[in-house]
Each structure stands twice: as C-alpha cells, then as structure tokens.
C-alpha cells in the first residue's frame, strides 16, 4: 500500500485546511487508516483515525475542530481541520493498515504499517 499526502500549506490562525491522502492497493478499502502530525524535534503524536466501517477517533486536542473521513471508492483519505491554532503547525502523515482491535483512540498511538511521506501545515499570522 503506498500513501501520498496532499493540501498542506500556509494559513492564518482561525482558517481552515483540508488534507487528502491517495492511497492504492485493493486493500484500502478493509484497512484503518489514520493521521499523526510532528513537530521536528518532537515525537510524531495521533492526531485522528477511521476504521474499515467508518468510526472515527481523535486526540482530545483536535475534537470538535478536525474531521476525519474516508472515501473507499476512491482510495482517499481526508483530514478537515477547521479553527486552525499555532499550535497545530506539524507535518501530517497518513498512516494505515489491518484493522486494530480497539474500541478508543488509544489502540492507534503507536501508528499501522504503511506511512505516506508527510505535508506540511503552517498555521500563522
């Protein structure tokens, strides 16, 4: 499976970004996917997840600004993050595989088994 993030870019505090991530292979459609964000010289964090049927999970930091969703037919993966804050500022990987036996946002800390290469959100004045 082969990952490639798009949407990254520049944008004021309070505005918004929508992030994509291509995926292939015919098992996007049965695998959990998921995004994490680093910072450099921080640990790469969880920011959201989504499984093959459709529960979303996030970080307690992002709820209520940033959605998660999935579009199977297409192999895509979205990121909409809304009331964007400095402190969102990260590279955001795309990340999936298997699904993962858990019921919380906890099961997916430690990533899946494929990684895109990262798109960088800038958030600032």
């Known amino acids: 499976v082969q990952l490639v993030e798009s949407g990254g870019e520049l944008v004021q505090p309070g505005g918004s970004l929508r992030l994509s991530c291509a995926g292939s292979?015919?098992?996007?459609?049965?695998?959990?996917m998921a995004w994490f964000r680093q910072v450099p010289g921080k640990e790469r964090e969880f920011v959201a997840a989504?499984?093959?049927?459709?529960?979303?999970f996030y970080v307690e930091s992002v709820t209520g600004r940033f959605t998660i969703s999935r579009d199977n037919t297409k192999k895509m993966l979205f990121l909409q993050m809304n009331n964007l804050k400095p402190e969102d500022t990260a590279i955001y990987y795309c990340?999936?595989?298997?699904?993962?036996?858990?019921?919380?946002?906890?099961?997916?800390?430690?990533?899946?088994?494929?990684w895109g290469r990262g798109t960088l959100v800038a958030v600032s004045p």
């Open positions: 990340n999936g595989g298997p699904p993962v036996a858990t019921t919380s946002a906890t099961g997916y800390y430690y990533g899946m088994d494929y």
């Open positions: 292979g015919d098992a996007f459609s049965v695998y959990d």
């Open positions: 989504i499984n093959w049927s459709g529960g979303t």
